[in-house]
């Protein structure tokens, strides 16, 4: 289950926001218990891009295939 501070991957693309599949957010809410999350994306130097509510279909965990 995905938690607050994990690193997600998008699996699909947000144009209103310029993100693109695989881009690598970080979880800073959790809702509903899993049901959707607010994910914060930032740039390679720590700006932040976008803050977005997703729901979970639109995130995946970071991990080994």
Known sequence: MIQEL????????????????GDIGTVVLVHQ????YEVEFVTLDGKTVAIVSLHSIQVRPIGRR
Do not use: F, H, M, W
Not at 7 to 14: K, N, W
């Open 6 to 21: 994990d690193r997600v991957i998008l699996t699909s693309d947000i144009a209103e926001y310029s993100l693109e599949e």
């Open 33 to 36: 218990g899993g049901k959707g």
